[in-house]
Structures are given as structure tokens and as C-alpha cells.
């Protein structure tokens, strides 16, 4: 793409947004487009640790629910809640400082982690990730400001050979999924380098490409959302007793979940018991 000599003056414009950090420009791009990238500040060193605690829960959970039944429910290269098997790399990277700090740009008012999984493209294989959809599934509406936001983190590189993101720059403002003509043609594939957060409106139609090389592409897919939706998997519920400050427990849903009897939703709304 031809970026040279783009125009930087201009006349009959009456407002205009200003960003002057990267975080500002990457909130307005997924405003604006449904998808930015940003860096999740890890060292290399970091890095490996996420790497090395991926691989071991990715064995044994496929060792605990066992291979033919996850492959049998297309669910074998997907990890549901890593955060709540114990270790606490998954914990750390759902509650990194930079994708926070975004997240609270782009969801007005409180948000929750509302899932988090582990994802394996495989190589030369297609899997359930690889074909359209939004991460509200099903839905077919749009709204002035994201009700929820994707945080896909890159545990290795993403590149157009090992099956990078694809996405449809914008598809978060369309209610109706585009035709397929129009797929083709504006479809676009987000390489991203490993300890990256790839950000995208969960209104944003994108699919994961196929893997040519030989070796496994992994991420850690997030979705924050209002806390009106409710969690994939009862995070609270299935936590480890992780020392978490008053802003992590909300962030995790401790504060949202939900009243199991009228007394219950009075003792929330008073903390008197009724």
C-alpha cells in the first residue's frame, strides 16, 4: 500500500478526533475500522514462560477430556479457560496493564472478562476457527460504541504462512454478513508479532486463515464485554484462591455474578441480610 505524499492539511472540517499516544491511535482505529494491534510490553523472557505454560496446558487438558471426545465435538485444538487450571501465566495475560488500559478507552463504563481460551491453528488442517464470524455469534445488529471488545494474544508470531487473522475492515458497523464477492475482494490478513494483542470490535467479522508451514500457531483469545453478558464459563466460580486486588476481582466478574435468590440480590444491593 502507497502511503507517500498523503495530504496533511485540510478545509471545511469542523471537528476532528486527536490521539497523541499509540494507545489513543490504536482505541480510534478499532472505533473506526474494528481492529488495531497493540504491544503487550512482555519481555522475551516473558515471553517463553507463556510459551512453556501454554504447551503444558494445552497436554494435559487434552490428557483430562481426552482426545477422540474433544476432536469428536470440533473442540480439540481450542483450550476452554486456561486462566482457571492453576497457573497463573493465563491470569497474568487477562489482566495485562496495556490491554486494560485500552480496554477502558473502548468499553464505556465497567467491562468483564466474559471468556478466555486458548487457541491452536494446526497445521495443514483446517479447524473451528477458520471460518466467519463475530464473537457476539449469531447476532446481527450494531451499536454506537463497542458492548464488547476481542483481545487475541499472539503467543507466537502471525504470519500470512502460518494462517495470521483474516478480517473485514469495518464489517462491525454492517448488520448483514457481506456477500461473498465482496469477502474476497476486501478481506485482509493481520500479521502480528508474538507478545502482541490483536484488538478487534467483537461485532468485526474475522476468521483464522490455514496454517501451510508445520508447526502449531497459538493464541490466547479474550472477550471483555458490559457486564449485562454472562460469562462463557463461571469464571469466579472455577478460580484458584489467587491474591487479586479489588479492580482484578471486578475485571474477573466476582462482583457480577449473578443473585441465586431475591435475598441474595438484596444482600448485594444493601450487604444486609433480608
Known amino acids: 500500500m502507497i502511503t ?21 491511535e490504536a482505541a480510534e482505529q478499532v472505533r473506526n475500522i474494528g481492529y488495531a494491534t497493540i504491544d503487550s510490553g512482555y519481555t522475551a523472557s516473558e515471553l517463553q514462560s507463556i510459551s512453556e505454560e501454554f504447551s503444558c496446558t494445552q497436554e494435559r487438558y487434552v490428557e483430562r477430556y481426552s482426545e477422540i471426545k474433544l476432536r469428536s465435538i470440533n473442540e480439540l485444538h481450542t483450550i476452554r479457560s ?7 501465566e493465563f491470569l497474568r495475560i487477562a489482566l495485562n496493564e496495556n490491554l486494560l488500559m485500552m480496554l477502558k478507552k473502548l468499553i464505556s463504563g465497567k467491562f468483564i472478562l466474559n471468556q478466555q481460551n486458548g487457541v491452536v491453528n494446526p497445521p495443514q488442517e483446517n479447524y473451528n476457527q477458520g471460518a466467519w464470524h463475530r464473537d457476539l455469534p449469531y447476532q446481527h445488529f450494531i451499536s454506537t460504541t463497542p458492548l464488547a471488545i476481542n483481545a487475541l494474544f499472539c503467543v507466537d508470531n502471525f504470519t500470512f504462512e502460518n494462517g495470521a487473522t483474516f478480517v473485514l475492515p469495518a464489517s462491525h458497523k454492517l448488520e448483514a454478513f457481506p456477500s461473498d464477492n465482496y469477502v474476497q475482494k476486501n478481506a485482509i490478513q493481520v500479521e502480528a508479532k ?4 490483536i484488538l478487534l470490535d467483537c461485532m468485526l467479522f474475522h476468521a483464522g486463515g490455514f496454517n501451510k508451514t508445520h508447526s502449531e500457531r497459538r493464541a490466547v483469545n479474550h472477550v471483555y464485554s458490559i457486564p ?18 479489588d479492580e482484578e476481582r471486578d475485571v474477573l466478574g466476582f462482583n457480577y455474578v ?5 435475598a441474595d440480590y438484596l444482600l448485594k444491593q444493601t450487604g444486609e441480610k433480608c
Not at 449485562?228 to 486486588?245: A, D, H, W
Not at 449473578?258 to 431475591?262: A, D, G, W
Open 194 to 197: 508474538a507478545g502482541s494483542f
Open 4 to 24: 507517500d505524499n498523503i495530504p496533511s492539511e485540510s478545509y471545511g472540517v469542523l471537528q476532528q478526533n486527536l490521539s497523541d499516544t499509540v494507545f489513543g
Open 228 to 245: 449485562y453478558f454472562k460469562q462463557q464459563i463461571n469464571i469466579p466460580m472455577n478460580m484458584k484462591p489467587f491474591s487479586l486486588s
Open 82 to 88: 486456561p486462566l482457571t487450571h492453576g497457573g497463573l
Open 258 to 262: 449473578e443473585p441465586t435468590s431475591i
